[in-house]
């Protein structure tokens, strides 16, 4: 029905870059909030930074000036620039996006997630 396709984790040194993506595809009919949430090993998922259909963004107290979310509506895709990253940073990060669907019957947003993408700041 709805599919997340995530890419751009990997391995990196600590004060390096790295750029992630999440494409959503399928029966859509509208995407209201897309964010993205990471989950290191022995914690809980969290969010990391979240944007609005409008620009709107809200970013984790941890990644506030390092990190900057933005979306391109035509394309139903999600973008997290990571700058500036540390060990701390090392988790599996999740695309998040609120979807309604054409199948729908009901017009309100079901969340849907991406498989997870590794992302690795090596000290």
């Known amino acids: 029905q709805v599919q997340l396709v995530e890419s751009g984790g990997g391995l990196v040194q600590a004060g390096g870059s790295l750029r992630l993506s999440c494409a959503a595809s399928?029966?859509?009919?509208?995407?209201?909030?897309m964010g993205w949430y990471r989950q290191a090993p022995g914690k809980q998922r969290e969010l990391v930074a979240r944007?609005?259909?409008?620009?709107?963004?809200n970013y984790a107290d941890s990644v506030k000036g390092r990190f900057t979310i933005s979306r391109d509506n035509a394309k139903n895709t999600v973008y997290l620039q990571m700058n500036s990253l540390k060990p701390e940073d090392t988790a599996v990060y999740y695309c998040?996006?609120?979807?309604?669907?054409?199948?729908?019957?009901?017009?309100?947003?079901?969340?849907?997630w991406g498989q997870g993408t590794q992302v690795t700041v090596s000290s």
């Open positions: 399928g029966s859509i009919f509208s995407i209201n909030v």
């Open positions: 944007i609005s259909s409008g620009g709107s963004t």
């Open positions: 998040n996006a609120d979807i309604i669907t054409t199948a729908q019957t009901m017009g309100v947003g079901i969340g849907y």
